[in-house]
């Protein structure tokens, strides 16, 4: 049985659904009214980048992000701790300890995560997990699962003692999930997935990347990882993805997807068009309901009509490709705007099109 919504603070989230990241308080390039254009019903935020700009007790105290960026959709927040340990890999300055993660002489634990999402105000909570590297040895792997379970422990007791610290309403609380690690192995996602259900949370994330030696998403991970938590917890695939690995995504029973890809791109001139024939997309194994269009190409410089004709984004409804084209070639940062429009709404329209067959 696919759970097909769920009520956060009195409001529906339907399933599934997308979130576009936006990092620091921005999906980069639009503002709230062009995120709601596009149809998009929330996006996720970065706890640790955040927490130091504009910083996190001042985000409090105006009433949260949303507040901040005037924003009435969904928000979740990740808890910060890939960010730090993707800074400790490129500066080689800190390390994982059990009591938390050092970085820059500050110890970032798994309560102080917690109670910086506290501040930002936001739906959704995130676990501190440690992600196994996806060339981890099973050694290493293991202690990325030992200690993934003992800060998703803390960060319960920690959001238990928050609610009542705040008196916040069991109605009004926000969603707390946890992240499921291991990497490849699989009897070590079991068994972190076996723990993490005994402390208990509102839903379990796929950690970790996905990716195999051969380049590829590995489909069959993905699948494994979602047959180990409930049908009526929400599953969350972090960082899924591309249009297929949603597809797949969904098919395997998952709910929340997010990813820089779409704005991404569309910042790097790769839009994002259906096929005549995308009615095959639940077809088994068929993932090209969908091409990327590259509006750079001279072809286009005389063409009068939009990105593509059945979408009903903003930028569609308005501007020709001969358009984003010249804006893409004086480099005008006007087309950020418009193709990343576009690409999201494109995801969105995938999102809708998912939605009406399950
Ligand atoms: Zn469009």
């Not at 249009?243 to 569309?266: M, Q, S, W």
């Amino acid at each position: 049985m696919y759970l097909d919504s769920i009520l956060l603070g009195g409001k529906k989230l339907k399933f599934p659904t997308f979130f576009p990241d936006g990092t620091r308080a921005v999906v980069r390039s639009l503002d709230s009214q062009d995120l709601k254009s596009a149809k998009v019903e929330g996006i996720i935020v970065n706890t640790y980048h955040l927490s130091k700009l504009p910083g996190d007790e001042f985000l409090h105290r105006i009433g949260g992000v949303k507040k901040f960026m005037n924003w009435d959709g969904f928000v979740i927040s990740d808890s910060g701790g890939f960010q730090i340990m993707s800074l400790i890999h490129k500066t080689g300055k800190g390390k994982v300890l059990e009591e938390g993660v050092l970085f820059d002489d500050e110890l970032f634990t798994p309560e102080k995560s917690i109670e910086i999402q506290f501040n930002l105000n936001v739906d959704v909570i995130i676990v501190l997990d440690y992600f196994t590297d996806p060339k981890a040895s099973r050694d290493e792997a293991e202690v990325s699962v030992k200690i993934t379970v003992e800060w998703a422990k803390r960060c319960k007791e920690e959001y238990l003692k928050q609610l009542e610290k705040r008196k916040i309403l069991t109605s009004e609380r926000p969603l707390l999930l946890a992240v499921i690690q291991g990497g490849f192995y699989k009897d070590l996602r079991e068994k972190c997935a076996r723990q993490l259900l005994k402390v208990g949370f509102d839903g379990y994330g796929f950690g970790g990347w996905p990716v195999n030696e051969k380049g590829n998403f590995d489909f069959e991970l993905m699948r494994f990882n979602a047959s180990l938590t409930p049908d009526d917890k929400v599953r969350f695939a972090l960082g899924v993805g591309k249009p297929e690995n949603i597809v797949e995504g969904v098919k395997a029973g998952y709910h929340i997807f997010d990813c820089v890809l779409p704005t991404r791109d569309a910042r790097h001139r790769r839009l994002y068009v259906f096929k005549k024939d995308w009615r095959k997309i639940l077809e088994e194994g068929r993932h090209d309901f969908y091409e990327y269009l590259y509006p750079i190409r001279e072809e286009f410089a005389r063409y009068k009509g939009p990105i593509e004709k059945t979408c009903d984004c903003y930028t569609c409804q308005n501007y020709s490709l001969s358009y984003l084209r010249h804006l893409f070639k004086i480099e005008d940062t006007l087309v950020y705007r418009l193709a990343s429009i576009h690409n999201l709404r494109f995801y969105t329209r995938l999102i809708e099109k998912l939605r009406s067959k399950f």
